[in-house]
């Protein structure tokens, strides 16, 4: 019987220090805190504004003189149902590139990669490293539908296969001055 007595006793004093913890540290300060920034709630401090699929285009455009805007996609009209999806992409455009002869492209319809291609932007670097993977996981043995994929943080630029190597490292050095 003596174990519970003991145990007991154990806890008595355990509870009494960790009161005596407590109430001491009250009666060091017994003015209330000064709100800072962070326990007032204020709002974080603005950052930059977020990367759109637009103004990556822009940055791209700007490198790759044959690329010309041809959509921007929205959640009415895209074609995979990704956008805004969870880990998916936030924003995405679709451009044309002029060294691509449209009677050379299986599939010519409005937006297709094949034309140009897309620019889908993530929230993360490893959401666009994902699809990335996923794309060419799922291309790489069906030759018709390849196509050259750049992730630069969290952008994800799809070219065209019908675009050169040479040609589509335009996207690539492009790619690297946006992300």
């Known amino acids: 019987m003596r174990k519970p007595a003991l145990s007991a006793a154990a806890l008595v004093m355990v509870f ?6 407590v ?18 709630g204020a ?9 759109t699929a637009s103004d990556a285009f822009k940055a791209l455009s700007g490198k ?27 924003s995405k455009v679709t451009f044309t590139d002029s060294r691509i002869k449209v009677d050379d492209v299986t599939d010519a319809e409005p937006g297709s990669v ?13 959401d666009a490293q994902t699809r990335a993977d996923y794309i060419q996981s799922v291309t790489k043995g069906m030759p ?4 050259y994929d750049f992730v630069s943080g969290t952008v994800l630029i799809r070219v065209s296969r019908y675009l050169t190597p040479t ?5 690539k050095a492009a790619a690297a001055a946006i992300g």
Do not use: W
């Open 144 to 147: 018709l539908l390849a196509e």
């Open 16 to 21: 009494a220090a960790m009161t005596a913890c």
């Open 114 to 126: 094949e034309l140009g291609g897309a620019i889908e932007v993530f929230t993360t670097a490893a």
């Open 23 to 40: 109430s001491g540290s009250d009666q060091k300060n017994d003015q209330p805190k000064k709100a800072t920034t962070a326990t007032a």
């Open 167 to 171: 040609q589509s490292a335009d996207y």
């Open 64 to 90: 790759v003189a044959s690329a010309k805007l041809s959509g921007v996609i929205t959640e009415d009209d895209d074609p995979n149902h990704l956008l805004g999806r969870p880990n998916q992409y936030t």
């Open 43 to 51: 709002p974080p401090k603005a950052s930059a504004k977020e990367l």
